[in-house]
């Protein structure tokens, strides 16, 4: 299973996951996957609600990685099942 990286905003409603893809083709750039997901109950509870997901190159996935953290995202660990 491919690692991922996880950011929650600032108010505690929305998540954002950062997962390599690991079944790149030879020849074609690397790219990470971006979901977005709303959180449901309380965090830890439940799993939160993917609502989107993006695709993107490495490059630019970390910048938006760091602009959210920029903006007052924090880095969390996944703590449901």
Do not use: C, H, Q
């Not at 910048?63 to 953290?69: M, V």
């Amino acid at each position: 299973m491919t690692k991922s990286y996880w950011l929650i905003n600032s108010n505690m409603s929305e998540v954002k996951r950062f997962m390599k893809n690991d079944k790149s083709i030879d020849g074609v750039f690397e790219y990470m996957f971006i979901d977005t997901g709303k959180i449901v109950g309380g965090l830890g509870y439940k799993p939160p609600v993917m609502t989107n997901t993006v695709s993107v190159e490495i490059d630019l996935a970390r910048e938006i990685y760091e602009r959210l953290l920029s903006k007052g995202w924090r880095k969390i660990e996944k703590n449901w099942n």
